[in-house]
């Protein structure tokens, strides 16, 4: 028996197999190779971000920054620009219509009384005639009405308003519009017509009485310097 017992004791320890898991093996490191390839994989995915951003950095650059000498904006830049406001407005027939939703193109804004009178007309009749003057690149431009009361205009203006393609007319009172829209030093905010970029920026406001045609030269150069990354719909 002394033996046997003896021999028992000189034998190795047993092993419990469960107790040998994938997490005592420690975990595997990676190689320089695997961090490289990382690292690498990083740096090609903020260069992929960095060229799809550059259109649009550098046609902002090339308007806002880098003017030649000797040209000159018919409107007014607005500098900083403003964003849309965050609010909800209506159509003449009550239903609502976030501003936002408005972003995707670039926007002509009238504003005015819904007692549309002569020079109201006139103005909307202008948005109207510079969205043609822009040619193949009038797809990329929409014309807004913002009616700052809670009048409706008279039929035949509607119907007007109807023609293809249609103004889209929002109600937005006018003492919430002037916290975002502002007219030149003595003018009133209904005088004058407000360009929007795609962005939602307002960013140009044009003269009382206007040039139809140093209007639309403007616009032209806007245009042509969103051209790499503005496309016609929303």
């Known amino acids: 028996m002394s033996g046997f017992e003896s021999s028992n004791r000189d034998a190795a320890p047993a092993v419990d197999p469960l107790a040998l898991t994938v997490y005592e093996l420690g975990e595997p490191r990676r190689s320089s190779e695997d961090r490289r390839r990382v690292r690498s994989g990083r740096v090609k995915l903020l260069l992929v971000l960095l060229v799809c951003a550059l259109p649009v950095i550098a046609s902002y650059f090339t308007y806002y920054v880098i003017r030649p000498q000797g040209r000159t904006n018919y409107g007014t830049l607005i500098e900083p620009s403003r964003g849309l406001p965050d609010v909800m407005l209506q159509t003449l027939d009550g239903a609502p219509v976030a501003l936002s939703s408005l972003r995707g193109q670039w926007l002509l804004l009238a504003v005015g009384a819904a007692a549309c009178d002569e020079r109201c007309e006139a103005r909307l009749y202008a948005q109207r005639q510079l969205r043609e003057m822009l040619g193949r ?12 009361d809670d009048g409706m205009p008279g039929t035949a203006l509607q119907q007007a308003l109807q023609a293809q393609p249609p103004v889209t007319v929002l109600r937005y009172p006018e003492g919430e519009l002037r916290r975002w829209l502002a007219p030149a030093p003595g003018q009133g905010l209904q005088e004058h017509l407000y360009l929007v970029d795609p962005v939602g920026q307002w960013m140009m406001r044009f003269p009382v009485d206007f040039e139809p045609a140093k209007v639309k030269r403007d616009i032209d150069r806007l245009l042509r310097a969103a051209a790499a990354w503005d496309r016609p719909g929303r």
Do not use: F, I
């Open 137 to 148: 690149e009038r797809e990329r431009l929409d014309k807004v009405w913002l009616v700052t």
